[in-house]
């Protein structure tokens, strides 16, 4: 297998072997997603891949395996930056593979989702990660009864290979902070069904809370729509809901700037009368003003991981095992939620 770099050398995976200092044979491990290989040398090799410009031959393996190197990603709304983040990792570690990647956006419509994966299929691809729009989509059940090897982000499954962050933990994080802050009427804007805020709940109950103080202020989102989501925030905090709150936290950080934004705009100091947390730490959520406290999730992670999962079930087309990968978050405090300074 050989490749072309920018100076028009031909890179063999032998020299990508000698670089990484590790065997041939470990390189064409890494390449084909087999997991026995420790991480130091996989990092090594996926390093020296990209410094070198290597790409498989694609050409020979696809007539020798019947595969075209190419995968689908299906994701319900790229305009959302932590969607675009997750498709830009992903991207990268495919390449790193030696894989094309046909991106699709539906909108979080099942039947713009159910035609752009019957179109996956037309075009054969080897295999499909996505964000489904519900757990039981008709898209979902498409690439089950026609075997593709199939990944689910962002999401757990219990039928398909998935790979998504711990919002239970995320949940718990939030409130700790919360709490630790002296705010003691806590409000989470979203679903009442979302792990986020189980967790919140969870947490905040434990940390002596009286139930009646969490309030749950059902929301949902569909659409990076700016517009939309800060009238519904404006609604929500101009009505008597939000009335004692102390500290919010929000579904993801779209939500969150929209609620700092409605808090200012009745009158209310951000972090000094009521602290807000978001969720996803989107490069929106460092640039606005307040700055807004996160939950970070691993966006690197969640691309090599779905990679190395997907290329190894392309790899052991039959295998019927369902890998459930649960990635941890972290919270990332700013100014919207630290009083300190």
């Known amino acids: 297998m050989k490749a072309l770099s920018e100076g028009k050398e031909m890179v063999k995976l032998t020299d990508i072997a000698k670089k990484a200092e590790v065997s041939p044979s470990t390189v064409s491990r890494v390449l084909n997603g087999n997991t026995v290989v420790s991480e130091e040398k996989r990092r090594a090799v996926q390093y020296w891949v990209a410094k070198l410009g290597y790409k498989p031959n694609n050409v020979a393996q696809s007539l020798a395996g ?4 190419l995968l689908g990603l299906v994701m319900t709304d790229v305009s959302n930056p932590f969607f675009s983040e997750i498709a830009k990792s992903v991207l990268h570690h495919a390449y790193l593979q030696g894989y094309s990647v046909v991106l699709c956006n539906t909108d979080t419509n099942q039947d713009i989702e159910r035609q752009q994966v019957s179109s996956l299929l037309q075009r054969q691809i080897d295999g499909v990660i996505i964000v489904p729009t519900s757990p039981d989509a008709p ?4 690439l089950l009864s026609n075997h593709i090897p199939s990944v689910v982000i962002t999401q757990k499954h219990d039928q398909f290979d998935s790979v998504s962050v711990d919002h ?7 409130a700790s902070h919360l709490i630790s802050s002296a705010n003691t009427h806590l409000a989470y804007i979203g679903s009442p069904l979302d792990e ?7 947490r905040a109950l ?7 103080c969490i309030k749950c202020i059902d929301f949902t ?3 990076f729509n700016r517009e939309r989501i800060d009238e519904q925030m404006k609604e929500i905090f101009q009505s008597s809901v939000i009335e004692g709150v102390q500290g919010i ?5 779209l939500v969150a700037i929209a609620a700092v934004n409605a808090a200012v705009e009745i009158g209310l100091r951000v972090p000094e009368d009521i602290s807000i947390v978001g969720f996803d730490n989107t490069y929106l959520s460092m640039m606005h003003r307040p700055s807004i406290s996160s939950v ?4 690197e992670e969640f691309g090599s991981r779905t990679i190395e999962i997907l290329t190894r079930k392309i790899m052991a087309l039959g295998d019927k095992t369902v890998e459930m990968v649960r990635l941890q978050s972290r919270i990332i405090v700013r100014r919207s939620s630290s009083r300190e300074g």
Request: charged share 20%.
């Open 66 to 69: 019947r595969r075209s190197f």
């Open 139 to 142: 898209a979902l059940k498409s």
């Open 249 to 253: 936290f929000a579904l993801n950080d």
């Open 196 to 202: 986020k805020f189980l967790g919140f709940k969870h």
């Open 168 to 174: 239970f933990l995320g949940g718990e994080q939030v």
């Open 296 to 299: 970070a999730q691993p966006i």
């Open 221 to 223: 989102y569909t659409h």
């Open 206 to 212: 434990q940390m002596g809370i009286a139930e009646n």
